[in-house]
């Protein structure tokens, strides 16, 4: 039955517990003003559409509610919010692809 879980055939309540993750990383990440490109990147174990719908969620919520977007130390310091590459990496840079190309 351990093989279950990877085949996607584990409990209502795992499925439960991973949808609601997945909304949570995407409402945070819509709070912290990352585009949902960058959450899927920086969240590559979660969810998409639990992911997505999150994002969305919050993303009308803060646009009804004129909630601003969160700010921190650790946004200021790597705007894009990826990489590690000691600091060298440009505002905005997306990561490099690993497609094999």
């Not at 585009?35 to 993303?59: P, T, Y």
Request: glycine share 16%; with cysteine.
């Amino acid at each position: 039955m351990a093989g279950c879980d990877k085949l996607g055939m584990g409990s209502s309540q795992q499925h439960a517990g991973k949808d609601a993750e997945g909304r949570a990383i995407g409402g945070a990440c819509r709070h912290a003003g990352r585009a949902i490109e960058d959450c899927f990147a920086l969240n590559r174990q979660a969810d998409k559409a639990a992911v997505f719908a999150g994002w969305r969620e919050m993303n009308d919520y803060m646009t009804k509610h004129k909630v601003p977007v969160a700010t921190g130390a650790a946004v200021a310091r790597n705007p894009a919010g990826v990489g590690d590459d000691g600091g060298r990496a440009e505002a905005g840079a997306r990561p490099a692809s690993h497609s094999g190309n």
